[in-house]
């Protein structure tokens, strides 16, 4: 009896056991959950950065070269579905955050314009993971890689803004620490038509340096503290998902092996940072802020 | 607007719209680059004309092209996108997928310099350099070669014991700005030629997924290798079905012209045959036993064609619109026929010419030149110069 559940339990799944990912990592979880949502009738184009590894494991039909390749197969995939009148498909493009920000942003920016039928996914752990920790355009100030040795020097990019600005019909921040949301944003994305984006933090116990058995709570930590921010901006208009009191940003931050050489200051700033991001989005709650 | 057929004259870039339009690409992937740009400009029209159908996108970079390419064609669609010279080499990651993953994309290049000091017109290292990945290569010599080898070029492609994407070569300016009588067949009998595209290995439908992926890197490699040799026989075929439905055909894979107890041919590619014709014409005329063979087919090489045809010749001229430097001896084509024959017995001297350059004229009187050093070379039986710079020669008066 016991057998037969588990058995059914991973026929039903959509993803495999067998992870070649790092212990803690994100990536599978994400895609657990996400493809209990998107379902069987999903294409998913993308590959090549590390918080992706889980998509070796994906049982619906993949298809990815590198990650200087970023929704731009999902282009040509989305045309042949036009062509072939099967927009009952759902088509997703995945990429990591050196892929979003840095090598394929031109890309990414170009899908938007288009306003290409797909749900566009960065799958973001904060630097070059599958090389061995490089930072990327979208690693945190002051976060140690090991191309900045002594802690970043220059901020994150805000990617989900940047693309809110392309006028596409929904963009979202997400997180795996808060399944029920992130479900909840990929429906609403599953039924809308047109470029949707969504951000989502993946932990990386390797690169980031803690317990692999605290990736939920590290990440947790972050979206508790607004680092990572979970809001949503639909047509234009900007919705704060979780506004809870805003934890310090020195849990968050000590939780984890990259930032341990940050001095006072720099914490100091890391938290006028947070919370000035926290009281913009505050203020511009129900607002539409891209005209 | 009917689809009866029409002959009119026409430019390599509009003759291979209509290529297009009749193999019926269903996505079209596109960016701009000079002299491609009126190709994917004339498409445009035709899909605002109501005259085509097709998904047609407007991507940011040829990197972009070529990968929606990909991911198009391996959803089950047929491609067709065209790029030039520096467009060409931003496409040079992507361009790497169709061959070993199979994807029969047809794509036109339209022959333009590489920088640095390049000019828009052309010459033929932007595709050559193509030559390493897998794509079959096949270079026209007008409006018409042009937009029949399309429609060809989709058969060979889809076959499924090659399934290959392939090039179809032309010079920028000298066949994609040159107006030529072009006949455009009827979309009818184009159809009835060459079925609806169906992938019998992949699909990356929900419903009918399937995607078996070569057990090594070394079957992959070994699959896309095999699938050149097997193309040499359907590119004939096909190039000989062809003229039988249509009434037109390029000689498979290469073309011998005025060959007949010949003692030396020169070897030429793409537009400049024709100003070679005339003047192998001419000599003839004047009793110089000298003929014309066209390489038509450059990926996969035609060796064993040149190997049975070698030993009725003394010396081959060959004439390379391209630079390998620092090779073994000279232009692409030159090294290649050399290890095609290297083994043949009785060989020819094999004397290889650089002409026509980032795009400037072939004259005739440079054909002449060449043509008379191939006849010296059969007649003395010595190679003066291993690689000959044509134009470093004063020819006199540019004719």
Sequence with gaps: ??????????????????????????????????????????????????????LRNIKVPHYGIHFSFVADGATGINAALRAKGRE??????????????????????????????????C????????????????????AWTTTTP?????????????????????????????????????????SIKGFKFIHTIIPCPTGWRFDPAKAVEVTKLGVDSWVTPLYEVEEGVLKVSRKAEAKPVNEYLTAQGRFRRLSEEQIAYIQSEVDDKRDDLMAQDGKKIIH | MSDKEFTRMMEGNEAAAWGAKLSRAEVVPAYPITPQTELISNIA??????????????????HTAMAAAVGASAAGARVFTASSSQGVA????????????????????????????????????????????????????????????IIQAYKIAENPEIYLPVGVCYDGYFVSATATPTTVPDQAQVDEWLPSYTHEWYSLM??????????????????????????????????????????????????????????????????MTGTARDVIDEMREEGKKIGLIKLKCFRPFPSEEFKKIAKKYKAIGVVDRNNSFGSAGGGIVAIELSRAL??????????????????????????????????????????????????????????
């Design chain 2, 342 to 399: 290297y083994d043949a017995p009785d060989k020819p001297l094999i004397v290889d010419f650089h002409v026509g350059l980032s795009g400037t004229d072939v004259t005739m009187n440079q054909i002449r030149y060449i043509a008379d050093e191939t006849l010296e070379a059969a007649k003395t039986g010595k190679v003066k110069h291993v690689v000959d710079w044509v134009e470093s020669h004063d020819l006199g008066e540019v004719m």
């Design chain 1, 1 to 54: 009896m016991i057998n037969e559940i588990f058995d059914q339990h991973y026929k039903d799944a959509k993803i495999q056991g067998g992870s070649t990912c790092c212990p803690g990592c994100g990536g599978p979880l994400f895609w657990k959950i996400a493809l209990q949502v998107l379902g069987a009738n999903t294409i998913v184009y993308g590959d090549g950065p590390c918080a992706m590894c889980a």
């Design chain 1, 88 to 121: 009952d498909v759902t088509l997703i493009s995945s990429a990591g955050d050196g892929a979003t920000a840095d090598i394929s942003f031109g890309k990414i920016s170009a899908a938007a314009e288009r306003n290409e039928n797909m749900i566009q996914i």
């Design chain 2, 206 to 271: 929900p419903d009918s997924h399937k995607m078996p992926a070569p057990k090594s890197f070394l079957e992959m490699r070994m699959g896309v290798a095999e699938a050149h040799e097997k193309a040499k026989k359907v590119i004939k075929d096909v190039d000989a079905e062809f003229k039988k439905q249509f009434g037109r055909g390029y000689g498979g894979i290469i073309e011998e012209y005025n060959c007949e107890d010949a003692e030396a041919v020169i070897v030429t590619m793409d537009s």
């Design chain 2, 45 to 62: 029209t035709l899909i605002a004309e109501g005259k085509m159908k097709t998904e047609y996108i407007m991507v940011e970079g040829e």
């Design chain 1, 150 to 190: 002594s802690g970043k020097t220059d901020n994150k990019k805000d990617i989900p803004m940047i693309i809110a600005a392309h006028k596409v019909p929904y963009v979202a921040t997400a997180s795996v620490a808060y399944p029920i949301d992130l479900k909840r944003k990929l429906e609403k994305a599953m």
């Design chain 2, 90 to 149: 931003f496409m040079d990651e992507p361009l790497w997928i169709p061959p070993g993953r199979r994807l029969p994309i047809v794509m036109c290049y339209v022959n333009r310099t590489m920088a640095p000091l390049g000019g828009l017109r052309p010459d033929h290292n932007d595709s050559m350099h193509q030559r390493d990945k897998g794509w079959i290569l096949l270079y026209c010599e007008n409006s018409q070669e042009v937009l029949d080898t």
């Design chain 1, 123 to 142: 799958v973001d752990n904060e630097a070059y993971m599958n090389t061995g920790i490089q930072k990327s355009g979208l690693t945190p100030y002051g």
